[in-house]
């Protein structure tokens, strides 16, 4: 066993040999004692084999290193293999250029392939070796965890090309059952991951308006016979060997089961016009099982691209949504939708403001869920709202949720000339948004295309008008939806100075149309939450009516301040405006849109700002006990990240003041 250590810029790895014999018939032992790493300061051993806790510290940058924790994995067995797993991947994979791979790659590779099935695995009440051995339950995996989590793929594909390499060979000590499906699908699920990545279109306004109204139109439709199809799953799920699309259809039916054919017999066409629901059927040639499966199918997309439109989720929280995820908080707040995304197998709930007019997407999708839901999985409390309808056909669906491709062939049919790509929606649109990309070259987006949908696009478009239209001035919901009205914009809403203003703001159809009818009331309610952490108020011909300076006592200072709604017609008239500020007051006699948010952080780079040094020393106090209270709810959180960055700017600003009052 060799433990001679030198420090040089490329550090030599492993610093001893694991000796095998690829072609022997022994499984390979692995001495406990066999060093991971070492220390880079003493030369000494850092960690073992037998450890539960490897530092991998072959870097020399102290940022990189990473280490692996075994501990919380309760199941031996498990913990053998996982460990045996790893130390195979360390030996005989390279990262690039041949070079032994990195600290950040191996902790990806367990945290984002094999931990995530130990945890599938530890639900099954089995083991990962089973799981491994079993294609079966390996395709079930996939094709439940992967394609909701689909930046895995990648992975997970190189780890089955690992497994699979070397399954015959016993030193390798795990048994893996090769099947070209799983890689089939994860390719699948992998090119899906890929495209997201790119960054999204902006979808030209015209395009957006005309799909979208198209699709209200399937929505409608279906709405006015909700009652009927809920009684139609019903009756064919009740009685199985009937409702055939034709006579040969039942025939074949009744062979296959064994059974003697019902008498009499009800066709599918019999039962649609017993229900008054022929006319529709007839339009969406709906005239058996699998065509209404098919048609529920493509409705299901349909209301996904209005979900999406409508809120900017991605893709995963968009599938993942369950029934009762629409609220709404009162009466002048905008409704939100609950979406639910997993980081490291715990569930984070993320709130998306919407238009009250998504509700009927909503109960609509509920409606068709409960119909299915009630014969295949009778009792089950929690459902999801996209439903897979494929138990309406007798089989045993894989899945309850629905299909998570969303490419346009999969909806409801929409007509192609109102979204055919023109010179004009290239030059202002494309090319305004995004001037550094290739657009003349661009194999999907090319005058006389019909525009290709994808969830991300709606996201980024949102932020894009959004900006551009200047709706998102809404500072009283900043905190609760900041995930979507913070982040998202920084990441999407490139472009939107350029943007073509929104068309067709007086339809209900469109983004803008909730936000635009609130707009008055948006602004009353962030000067509104501006004036209440005021500790004193300007005096100006703008300034509230008590124009003086008040006690610092938050339940008075409350309570001397304009009610809302007269603030917001006071706004409206001209009389008062956003010259108070959390920081201070404001040279400016209009509300501010250079900022996405009337939070106080723009304020400390404006020009027009006049910091008031009492008001910024009572918010770093206010922020500075709010960060201590994240950093107890959410340790290692996001969420503590942002905020502490927030406090520390604000910090650095109050040090630029001195002890003199601005």
């Keep these: 066993m060799v433990e001679v250590f030198t420090i040089t810029e490329d550090i030599p790895y492993p610093p001893q040999g694991w000796r095998y014999d690829e072609h022997s018939t022994?499984?390979?032992?692995?001495?406990?004692?066999?060093?991971?790493?070492?220390?880079?300061?003493?030369?000494?051993?850092?960690?073992?084999?037998?450890?539960?806790?490897?530092?991998?510290?072959?870097?020399?940058?102290?940022?990189?290193?990473?280490?692996?924790?075994?501990?919380?994995?309760?199941?031996?067995?498990?913990?053998?293999?996982?460990?045996?797993?790893?130390?195979?991947?360390?030996?005989?994979?390279?990262?690039?250029?041949?070079?032994?791979?990195?600290?950040?790659?191996?902790?990806?590779?367990?945290?984002?392939?094999?931990?995530?099935?130990?945890?599938?695995?530890?639900?099954?009440?089995?083991?990962?070796?089973?799981?491994?051995?079993?294609?079966?339950?390996?395709?079930?995996?996939?094709?439940?965890?992967?394609?909701?989590?689909?930046?895995?793929?990648?992975?997970?594909?190189?780890?089955?090309?690992?497994?699979?390499?070397?399954?015959?060979?016993?030193?390798?000590?795990?048994?893996?059952?090769?099947?070209?499906?799983?890689?089939?699908?994860?390719?699948?699920?992998?090119?899906?991951?890929?495209?997201?990545?790119e960054q999204s279109e902006c979808i030209p306004p015209r395009i957006l308006r005309n799909a979208q109204r198209m699709r209200w139109e399937h929505v409608d439709a279906a709405w006015k016979v909700r009652t009927k199809l809920a009684t139609m799953i019903d009756r064919l799920m009740t009685e199985p060997l009937q409702y055939a699309a034709s006579s040969t259809t039942a025939s074949s039916i009744v062979r296959k089961q064994g059974v003697s054919r019902p008498n009499p017999y009800i066709l599918f066409g019999e039962l649609a016009n017993e229900l008054g629901a022929d006319s529709f059927c007839n339009h969406y040639e709906i005239n058996g099982r699998k065509s209404l499966v098919g048609y529920l199918s493509a409705l299901s997309k349909t209301c996904r691209h209005l979900i999406y439109g409508y809120t900017g989720m991605r893709n995963d929280e968009g599938c993942s949504l369950w029934i009762g995820c629409y609220h709404e908080k009162g009466a002048g707040l905008a409704p939100i939708i609950n979406g639910i995304e997993s980081k490291n197998g715990v569930p984070i709930i993320h709130p998306f403001v919407t238009i009250k007019q998504i509700k009927k997407v909503i109960d609509l999708q509920t409606a068709i869920t409960k119909a299915v839901a009630k014969h295949s999985h009778p009792g089950t409390k929690e459902l999801p709202l996209l439903f897979n309808p494929g138990w309406i056909s007798g089989g045993r669906a894989m899945h309850m949720e629905a299909n998570t491709q969303l490419d346009r062939g999969h909806e409801l049919p929409l007509d192609e000339s109102p979204l055919i790509i023109t010179e004009e929606d290239i030059e202002k649109t494309l090319k305004a948004t995004e001037p550094n990309r290739d657009w003349d070259n661009d194999p999907h987006c090319q005058a006389g295309m019909v525009w290709k949908f994808n969830w991300h696009q709606y996201r980024r478009s949102i932020a894009v008008y959004s900006l551009r239209s200047g709706l998102v001035n809404i500072s009283a919901l900043g905190n609760q939806y900041r995930h979507l009205f913070e982040a998202t914009t920084i990441h999407y809403g490139n472009g939107h100075y350029v943007a073509q203003p929104l068309e067709g703001t007086d339809s209900k159809y469109h983004v803008s149309f909730e936000a635009e009818r609130l707009r008055d009331e948006h602004h009353a309610r962030a000067l509104w939450r501006d004036m209440l952490i005021n500790l004193d108020r300007p005096e100006s011909g703008f300034a509230p009516t008590d124009t003086g300076d008040t006690p610092v006592d938050p339940s008075e200072q409350i309570e001397d301040i304009d009610g809302l709604q007269t603030i917001a017609a006071k706004m409206k008239r001209g009389e008062i405006g956003h010259t108070n500020t959390a920081i201070g007051s404001c040279k400016s006699l209009t509300p501010c849109d250079g900022h996405m948010m009337l939070i106080w952080k723009p304020c400390l780079q404006c020009p027009e700002k006049v910091p008031n040094i009492n008001k910024i020393d009572h918010l770093i106090d206010v922020q500075g006990r709010f960060v201590e209270k994240v950093a107890l709810d959410m340790p290692g959180s996001i969420e503590l990240r942002d905020q502490q960055e927030d406090l520390e700017s604000l910090q650095e600003f109050r040090k630029t003041l001195g002890e003199e009052n601005g």
């Design 26 to 197: 022994n499984e390979a032992c692995i001495d406990p004692e066999t060093v991971i790493s070492y220390n880079q300061e003493t030369g000494e051993p850092q960690s073992r084999y037998k450890h539960d806790i490897w530092r991998l510290t072959w870097s020399l940058s102290r940022k990189k290193h990473k280490q692996i924790a075994y501990g919380h994995i309760k199941n031996q067995q498990d913990k053998i293999l996982v460990k045996r797993l790893m130390f195979i991947i360390i030996q005989l994979t390279k990262g690039k250029n041949g070079s032994i791979k990195s600290p950040t790659s191996l902790k990806s590779i367990y945290l984002d392939t094999i931990l995530p099935m130990h945890r599938y695995a530890a639900q099954l009440d089995t083991s990962i070796e089973a799981l491994l051995s079993n294609p079966q339950v390996m395709r079930r995996y996939i094709t439940t965890e992967i394609k909701v989590k689909k930046y895995r793929s990648g992975m997970t594909i190189g780890l089955i090309n690992l497994l699979a390499r070397l399954q015959q060979q016993k030193w390798f000590g795990i048994v893996y059952q090769y099947d070209s499906e799983h890689l089939r699908v994860l390719a699948m699920y992998y090119k899906e991951y890929v495209d997201s990545q």
